[in-house]
């Protein structure tokens, strides 16, 4: 049933059906525009709901006070609503309330459809936009978890930047200077946009607004990625390798299992300035081309550095509890 229909259609039956209820329970007149109101004000978070109602209300305000002078100056009737759209759509675009356009315009029309501008009248149309966006609010406050799809998406860019770097180990490994991984780069980067929507989801279903740890995990794993276009360039030209691209096969191995949690990026930090020791520390090239080829390879640390340092920056960044729920994770 929940497959067929979908968690929001459900809601929106319900809310709508509960606000025309409720209008009608307290003897609201137009009770079905409470309905009306809520399906246009259920929204995909809770934050978005809450942020759409108070525009709204202040959309109804302005509306319900333009629409009474024009009617009350021009008469009820047709060129006096058009007047009152010609003042009220600038206004309610200044007010940053433009969500609030229709269903306010459409609680005008009651006015010109009474014929008559009074308290009692307008405290309905009030009650009704109160009423159509409160349980709007009321519903959206269920709302499914995303926390199972953002592990799940966590864990598929996890595997896919660990095999990435397995393919740059084996390239550096058994000597061949052909590295196809933009394929992988490209369902990387699609990978890292569902996740990063999914966490901005994730926030929006809080009224805090806080960025959450997963907005702040997923960031760091694009900035990783950006790092890792870069890091492909240099297999492109690599060639002849030697001793020191095994030691640097070494190290993008280790690399590829901090991803996935089982070394700490400090280790590898100290790794880093370790294997710079050994490249100053090692006889000079002979030729050219062995020149350009250690220069690569060195400027291939760099990077490997500058991914880990994003890892390490992510990590200090964090706060104790944020910390002890990313523990977690591994």
Same mark, same amino acid.
Not at 14 to 22: E, M, P
Not at 159 to 170: G, L
């Given at each position: 049933?929940?497959?067929?229909?979908?968690?929001?259609?459900?809601?929106? $039956?319900?809310?709508?059906?509960?606000?025309?209820?409720?209008?009608?329970?307290?003897?609201?007149?137009?009770? $079905?525009?409470?309905?009306?109101?809520?399906?246009?004000?259920?929204? #995909?978070?809770?934050?978005?709901?809450?942020?759409?109602?108070?525009?709204?209300?202040?959309?109804?305000?302005?509306?319900?006070?333009?629409?009474?002078?024009?009617?009350?100056?021009?008469?009820? #009737?047709?060129?006096?609503?058009?007047?009152?759209?010609?003042?009220?759509?600038?206004?309610?675009?200044?007010?940053?309330?433009?969500?609030?356009?229709?269903?306010?315009?459409?609680?005008?029309?009651?006015?010109?459809?009474?014929?008559?501008?009074?308290?009692?009248?307008?405290?309905?149309?009030?009650?009704?936009?109160?009423?159509?966006?409160?349980?709007?609010?009321?519903?959206?406050?269920?709302?499914?978890?995303?926390?199972?799809?953002?592990?799940?998406?966590?864990?598929?860019?996890?595997?896919?930047?660990?095999?990435?770097?397995?393919?740059?180990?084996?390239?550096?490994?058994?000597?061949?200077?052909?590295?196809?991984?933009?394929?992988?780069?490209?369902?990387?980067?699609?990978?890292?946009?569902?996740?990063?929507?999914?966490?901005?989801?994730?926030?929006?279903?809080?009224?805090?607004?806080?960025?959450?740890?997963?907005?702040?995990?997923?960031?760091?794993?694009?900035? *990783?990625? *950006?790092?890792?276009?870069?890091?492909?360039?240099?297999?492109?030209?690599?060639?002849?390798?030697?001793?020191?691209?095994?030691?640097?096969?070494?190290?993008?191995?280790?690399?590829?299992?901090?991803?996935?949690? *089982?070394?700490?990026?400090?280790? %590898?930090?100290?790794?880093?300035?370790?294997?710079?020791?050994?490249?100053?520390?090692?006889? %000079?090239?002979?030729?050219?081309?062995?020149?350009? #080829?250690?220069?690569?390879?060195?400027?291939?640390?760099?990077?490997?550095?500058?991914?880990?340092?994003?890892?390490?920056?992510?990590?200090?960044?964090?706060?104790?509890?944020?910390?002890?729920?990313?523990?977690?994770?591994?």
């Amino acid at each position: 049933m929940k497959g067929i229909i979908g968690v929001k259609t459900l809601k929106t $039956a319900v809310g709508a059906t509960a606000a025309i209820i409720l209008a009608n329970t307290i003897g609201l007149k137009y009770a $079905a525009s409470a309905g009306i109101i809520t399906i246009l004000s259920i929204q #995909n978070t809770r934050r978005e709901c809450l942020q759409i109602a108070v525009r709204r209300f202040i959309a109804t305000c302005l509306a319900l006070l333009i629409g009474s002078c024009s009617f009350k100056i021009f008469g009820f #009737n047709a060129v006096s609503f058009g007047i009152y759209l010609l003042i009220f759509i600038p206004a309610v675009v200044k007010a940053k309330a433009v969500e609030g356009i229709a269903p306010a315009s459409v609680l005008v029309t009651h006015l010109l459809g009474e014929r008559a501008v009074t308290g009692g009248i307008i405290i309905n149309e009030l009650l009704i936009m109160i009423v159509g966006a409160g349980i709007a609010l009321l519903v959206n406050l269920y709302m499914p978890s995303l926390e199972e799809h953002l592990l799940v998406e966590k864990k598929k860019i996890e595997d896919e930047m660990y095999s990435a770097f397995i393919k740059m180990e084996q390239v550096l490994r058994i000597e061949e200077a052909n590295l196809q991984i933009q394929n992988e780069l490209m369902v990387l980067q699609q990978s890292l946009k569902e996740g990063m929507d999914k966490a901005t989801q994730y926030r929006n279903n809080s009224f805090i607004g806080k960025k959450s740890l997963y907005e702040k995990y997923f960031d760091m794993r694009f900035s *990783q990625y *950006q790092v890792m276009l870069y890091m492909q360039k240099h297999f492109e030209r690599f060639y002849r390798m030697g001793r020191e691209a095994h030691e640097v096969a070494n190290l993008t191995h280790c690399v590829a299992q901090s991803i996935k949690g *089982q070394i700490l990026v400090e280790e %590898l930090l100290e790794e880093v300035e370790n294997l710079r020791v050994y490249f100053k520390t090692s006889p %000079l090239p002979s030729s050219r081309d062995e020149f350009e #080829n250690r220069a690569m390879l060195y400027q291939f640390i760099t990077d490997i550095e500058q991914f880990l340092d994003v890892k390490k920056i992510f990590k200090d960044s964090l706060s104790e509890s944020e910390r002890q729920e990313y523990r977690k994770y591994y």
